[in-house]
């Protein structure tokens, strides 16, 4: 689909409209069909899923946008066949594609870009949205307004974005403008440049192009992002990690999946939220997913010794030839080895969500084989994987509470060492030098490697004959020191406190254990950390309609670099 009108789906779009047919969001597992391009995520006991299109039998051969928010329960364990699906009424507009980012602390998330569906009841608004959850699987919409309007007038929505979020602001990085996703623009799909944030706490919007992406110029469509907490690994505003999808260019006025190039699997992307500074890191082996892919699904695990983190890949698209993916994959960190798990069952899809469960399991959402009409082998669309045993599942358990690596991924580490991986330079190993994964222990023999006998008979009778000699000592020299107090004993003079074992009566520092942010005295600039002796940037508009980035970016000497065409090309 190139354009909007070309495609033909306009006029299909208006005859749904025209006939008033209107989804049933939660059909029964029977006359379930398919659900995709939902935006999914974990708050408290439940999983969200907003927007999205949805196929059932009676609705006709056209899936048809879902007009709720839905909720699971995942504080009881279900089937894929009996989980009980709660619709919410959503007054806000009926997207597919949303960018969603979820405020843990108070209960909240956004949604945000994405498109409508056939374009039917778009507005030319492209508010924020905020649900508060009520802790019981329900909650309330509203429109969040931006503090920075005048950033966030000027931002164009977009569908097939990689987007995530760490404890404080919201990322959304590249993606397409279209006619559906944004009603301000007449031309053919557009890639759109750079990075987009949110800060959660201020409200603050932020918006950039090449200093402000950790692909520079390029621009990245449908690729995945994935936060890793700055707790596990060394580095202090924690990694976001950007997976897959394609390569264009903001000049590229024409969606074409085959003609672009790729982020390769095996050489993936991540860059700190803090220093908004980005690496790469070549995986180890010759093993990795395929590609071109786009479109597949993508979350993580942190072990419960915080020794490591494992990303579970599963599904999408090759752009190609269109063949859809139902392999899955573990990437395992600090080793940068991919393991690849057992297929899903099913067949391929594409356009899914997948999110962490029960510390444990993935909970895979939709996704289509190319066709919705096409009934999913899974129940409901919903598929569950479990990381500890590396299995697909129909059965959630929602005791699971602990993540506890798999025997195969434990394996890796056995004789793993920091030497096997080749890093790559700026300091990409010591980000992960904290994590110390342990290494299976090695099985102890009967037949070689033990230890005579007389040499455990000798070791025991020494040990003994040690300890009577070191005991000897110290009742000879607790004697001999009493006996030395009693001979001199110094007089205490009245007015002065006795002093205790050395230490000191001076005023002791209270001590106090500081996030990053609160650390070196350094500003904290809408939710990034400002290094010490560097101003804060001007960050450029996204690059549209031929629009040339200007503005000035103030260098840690104090000199403004100015940014235009010349700059750019530079």
């Known amino acids: 689909?190139?354009?909007?009108?070309?495609?033909?789906?306009?006029?299909?779009?208006?005859?749904?409209?025209?006939?008033?047919?209107?989804?049933?969001?939660?059909?029964?597992?029977?006359?379930?069909?398919?659900?995709?391009?939902?935006?999914?995520?974990?708050?408290?006991?439940?999983v969200y899923i907003d927007g999205g299109e949805i196929l059932h039998k009676g609705a006709g051969q056209q899936a048809l946008p879902v007009n709720s928010t839905l909720s699971i329960d995942m504080s009881e364990s279900w089937t894929t066949s009996d989980v009980v699906i709660r619709s919410i009424p959503k007054p806000g507009p009926h997207k597919g594609g949303t960018t969603v980012w979820t405020n843990e602390k108070d209960g909240e998330f956004y949604s945000w870009g994405g498109k409508w569906p056939y374009g039917i009841?778009?507005?030319?608004?492209?508010?924020?949205?905020?649900?508060?959850?009520?802790?019981?699987?329900?909650?309330?919409?509203?429109?969040?307004?931006?503090k920075s309007p005048n950033v966030f007038n000027e931002l164009h929505p977009t569908e097939n974005a990689a987007f995530t979020n760490n404890e404080d602001t919201g990322f959304h990085i590249g993606g397409w403008v279209t006619q559906w996703t944004d009603k301000r623009h007449k031309t053919d799909d557009q890639p759109v440049p750079g990075m987009i944030t949110f800060n959660m706490r201020t409200k603050e919007w932020q918006n950039g192009t090449v200093q402000f992406s950790p692909f520079?110029?390029?621009?990245?469509?449908?690729?995945?992002?994935?936060?890793?907490?700055?707790?596990?690994?060394?580095?202090?505003?924690g990694l976001v990690m950007v997976l897959g999808g394609s390569k264009t260019t903001a000049t590229s006025f024409k969606r074409d999946w085959d003609a672009m190039s790729f982020f390769d699997l095996d050489?993936?992307?991540?860059?700190?939220?803090?220093?908004?500074?980005?690496?790469?890191?070549?995986?180890?082996?010759?093993?990795?997913?395929?590609?071109?892919?786009?479109?597949?699904?993508?979350?993580?695990?942190?072990?419960?010794?915080?020794?490591?983190?494992?990303?579970?890949?599963y599904g999408g698209f090759r752009a190609s030839d269109g063949n859809k993916y139902n392999d899955a994959w573990v990437l395992t960190l600090p080793a940068f080895v991919w393991h690849?798990?057992?297929?899903?069952?099913?067949g391929g899809r594409e356009w899914l969500n997948c999110i962490k469960v029960g510390n444990g399991q993935v909970l895979s959402i939709g996704g289509t084989?190319?066709?919705?009409?096409?009934?999913?082998?899974?129940?409901?669309?919903?598929?569950?994987?479990?990381?500890?045993?590396?299995?697909?599942?129909?059965s959630y358990n929602a005791n699971d509470n602990t993540y506890e690596r798999a025997d195969a991924i434990k394996?890796?580490?056995?004789?793993?060492?920091?030497?096997?991986?080749?890093?790559?330079?700026?300091?990409?190993?010591?980000?992960?030098?904290?994590?110390?994964?342990?290494?299976?222990?090695?099985?102890?023999?009967?037949?070689?490697?033990?230890?005579?006998?007389?040499?455990?008979?000798?070791?025991?009778?020494?040990?003994v004959a040690a300890i009577a000699i070191i005991g000897f000592l110290v009742w000879f020299l607790l004697r001999r020191r009493r006996r030395n107090r009693h001979d001199s004993i110094p007089l205490q003079e009245p007015d002065s406190p006795a002093r205790g074992g050395g230490y000191s009566d001076a005023p002791q520092n209270n001590m106090k254990l500081m996030f990053p942010q609160e650390m070196g005295g350094n500003q904290v600039v809408d939710g990034y950390q400002e290094a010490p002796g560097v101003g804060k940037g001007s960050y450029a508009q996204q690059e549209l309609d031929g629009q040339a980035v200007t503005g000035s970016y103030e260098l840690q000497s104090g000199q403004t670099q100015q940014r235009g065409p010349a700059a750019e090309l530079a």
Not at 12 to 30: F, H, K, Y
Not at 216 to 237: E, K, L, M, Q
Not at 431 to 439: E, G, R, T, V, Y
């Open 369 to 394: 084989n190319g066709t919705f009409t096409n009934k999913d082998p899974a129940p409901n669309g919903l598929q569950l994987f479990d990381m500890s045993t590396l299995r697909w599942t129909d």
């Open 216 to 237: 520079g110029r390029d621009v990245a469509v449908g690729g995945s992002a994935h936060y890793i907490s700055r707790h596990t690994f060394n580095a202090p505003d």
């Open 121 to 146: 009841n778009m507005s030319s608004t492209t508010d924020l949205w905020k649900f508060k959850a009520d802790g019981k699987g329900g909650g309330e919409w509203s429109v969040q307004p931006p």
């Open 411 to 463: 394996q890796i580490y056995t004789n793993w060492t920091w030497d096997d991986v080749d890093w790559s330079p700026d300091g990409v190993q010591e980000m992960f030098s904290n994590a110390a994964p342990s290494k299976t222990p090695e099985p102890s023999s009967d037949s070689q490697g033990s230890t005579p006998v007389g040499a455990i008979v000798g070791g025991v009778v020494g040990g």
């Open 267 to 313: 050489n993936p992307t991540f860059f700190d939220p803090g220093s908004m500074k980005s690496f790469t890191q070549k995986t180890v082996g010759k093993a990795f997913p395929p590609g071109p892919r786009a479109g597949f699904c993508l979350t993580g695990f942190r072990t419960a010794d915080f020794s490591g983190y494992d990303l579970f890949l």
């Open 340 to 346: 690849r798990v057992d297929d899903a069952p099913g």
């Open 1 to 46: 689909m190139s354009s909007f009108y070309s495609s033909g789906r306009f006029a299909l779009g208006c005859l749904i409209l025209a006939q008033g047919v209107r989804s049933d969001d939660v059909p029964t597992v029977e006359n379930f069909l398919r659900r995709s391009i939902g935006s999914a995520t974990l708050l408290g006991n439940y």
